[in-house]
């Protein structure tokens, strides 16, 4: 869990361009949201620093005062990545969380591709792989596997840049690799030599 920022922190977080989340505040403020996974300094000249799609989250993520406050907020968002006990949040509010990651993502990708493509993963996801195949499934609409109730996995792999997409049934598998290939991810689907069961490998496309 990540402590949730600082007053100073959260006051240059609320004060980022509403659009493109670009930052203003001293070089230790911007350089501490960036060690905290909040912001992004772009490698471009004038090299500004942006929310990243968690700083995203906290900038939308309303304070409580800390008496009204059970646990103090962490304001970072996390895609259902299934294989929990608990049913998974399908609610309106979830539906817009994800939504606002999505989005959040998209804008990252523009800032930060060399090109500004949208259309295939950033630096971002490539670091965090498990947590962006998941936002993708999410935001397209694909239920996880959770609380007793089929759905996708999605777990780590040994290989580089790889991440591997588990569902009931092959209707559902094919389903999760259109959508991954949609967002950008290089698709193939395997059998587990145990098991014979078939899951996808999936990969941030870099081109």
């Not at 501490?32 to 996974?37: I, S, Y």
């Not at 259902?80 to 949040?89: F, K, L, M, R, V």
Request: aromatic letters at 4%; proline letters at 10%; charged letters at 25%.
């Amino acid at each position: 869990m990540t402590r949730p920022p600082t007053a100073a922190q959260r006051r240059v977080i609320d004060a980022a361009d509403p659009v493109t989340g670009r930052l203003r505040g001293t070089e230790a403020q911007l350089d501490a949201l960036v060690k905290r996974g909040l912001a992004f300094r772009h490698p471009r000249p004038p090299h500004d620093h942006f929310l990243t799609p968690v700083g995203h989250r906290v900038r939308e993520t309303v304070e409580e005062k800390p008496e009204q406050a059970a646990d103090p907020p962490t304001g970072v968002f996390a895609a259902h990545i299934g294989g929990t006990q608990e049913a998974a949040d399908a609610g309106p509010a979830r539906v817009r969380e994800v939504h606002s990651a999505w989005q959040g993502l998209l804008e990252l990708r523009r800032m930060t591709n060399p090109d500004g493509a949208t259309d295939r993963p950033c630096g971002w996801e490539r670091a965090h792989l498990v947590q962006a195949a998941a936002l993708a499934l999410e935001a397209a609409g694909h239920r996880p596997e959770a609380g007793g109730s089929p759905g996708y996995r999605v777990r780590a792999t040994p290989q580089p840049e790889a991440v591997a997409v588990h569902a009931p049934d092959g209707e559902t598998l094919g389903a999760c690799a259109i959508t991954l290939e949609g967002a950008g991810w290089q698709v193939g689907e395997y059998t587990q030599p145990r098991t014979r069961a078939r899951y996808l490998l999936a990969s941030p496309r870099r081109v």
